[in-house]
């Protein structure tokens, strides 16, 4: 049976461990956990045992190739903040992140239809608004609210997987592969109204093929509160209306607030409309306190993901259960984790199965 070091590399990576801790943790030296991640030495079977063991992990797993489709030239950059800290280290987290969700995706494709990507050809001289509303009238999603943004994204080739970044402090994360396009959420930050919010911040990046924060936070705007219904529901600019309309639409009531300091509607001119501005931000935020409660917490904070459901349905038939463990190399519970399903999807499974695979097995790896 094969060894392949990216696997390997793969968890330490995805477990936020440094090549210090994970010699330290097999009992290894450092320069012997590098030069198996590179394929320069084969781990004997007892290191192997210890590795499986420290990260719940079967020899299938370390053996299993990686999908030919997940290659560099079938990706586009990866869209995240830039400015985060140990930016190296947060990309190569992501980048492995969004791989494994996109591994879902081709294995829940063998049992479920999957959509290519849809995107309507933008003329270079359009405005944010402009493309915002191009691609509501492209997807015929008419003028008003999304309720479920997540469902709309998956039926136009793009797919919402959610994980906890592990106190990294982003919101998500988005990169197209092949035909189709991944957004990745952090979970922690992943409330009703703040998901619809990401969601289309990460969809502004892809449309419009940009890294800059800003465009995508106008896009966002642009595209959940679209300026023709906007301006017409706006019959009055106080807080506790603010709050209402916010609600009514599924969005955070600050960034209705913004949108309506972008479109002008708070004062007939700059000065008038950013102080306004500035005394509502203060009000909303009030209101909020004295209710307890904050924003993005007033909806169902539970709805399932499109991709979520898909792989519960596949899980839930018998006899689709062996293709979908055959053609899956990353782990269930990265499944679980990244589909945001109930702990217990696949315990009986990986309850059953771990003491075989990681216990008194016996193993034989060869350099691929």
Not at 120 to 128: S, V
Request: charged residues 25%.
């Amino acid at each position: 049976m094969p060894f392949l070091p990216q696997r390997m590399r793969d968890m330490r990576i995805l477990h936020r461990d440094t090549l210090e801790q994970v010699a330290e943790k097999l009992e290894i030296s450092k320069q012997a956990v590098s030069k198996y991640e590179s394929g320069k030495m084969i781990p004997s079977q007892n290191v192997l045992e210890r590795l499986m063991a420290l990260y719940n992990i079967s020899a299938d797993f370390l053996s299993k190739e990686m999908p030919e489709d997940i290659r560099q030239e079938n990706m586009s950059v990866l869209y995240y903040c830039q400015s985060a800290k140990h930016r190296a280290k947060t990309e190569e987290y992501l980048d492995t992140l969004v791989k494994y969700a996109y591994e879902i995706l081709r294995v829940s494709g063998i049992f479920f239809p999957v959509s290519a990507i849809s995107l309507p050809i933008f003329a270079n001289e359009k405005t944010i608004e402009e493309k915002a509303l191009r691609l509501r009238q492209y997807w015929r999603l008419g003028m008003g609210p999304l309720p479920d943004l997540d469902a709309v994204l998956a039926r136009f080739g793009i797919y919402t997987f959610v994980y906890d970044f592990m106190n990294e402090k982003l919101d998500g994360c988005a990169r197209r592969i092949g035909e189709n396009g991944i957004i990745l959420l952090n979970s922690t930050k992943s409330t009703c109204e703040r998901r619809q919010f990401h969601l289309s911040h990460e969809l502004g990046h892809i449309v419009l093929n940009t890294m800059e924060e800003g465009s995508a936070d106008a896009f966002a705007g642009a595209f959940l509160l679209p300026q023709p219904q906007i301006s017409k529901e706006m019959l009055r600019t106080d807080a506790d209306y603010i709050l209402k309309v916010g609600n009514e639409w599924g969005v955070m009531p600050e960034c209705l607030l913004e949108r309506c300091r972008s479109l002008s509607l708070l004062g007939d001119n700059q000065e008038k409309n950013f102080a306004r501005y500035k005394n509502l931000k203060r009000q909303i935020n009030a209101l909020i306190r004295n209710k307890n409660t904050s924003a993005g917490e007033i909806s169902d904070m539970d709805k399932e993901l499109q991709i979520g459901k898909n792989v519960g349905k596949i899980w839930e038939d018998v006899s689709q259960r062996e293709r979908f463990l055959e053609e899956m190399y990353i782990p269930l519970t990265f499944v679980t984790k990244l589909c945001c399903l109930p702990d217990t999807t696949f315990s009986s499974y990986l309850k059953g199965a771990g003491d075989a695979e990681t216990e008194g097995a016996q193993f034989s790896f060869t350099f691929l």
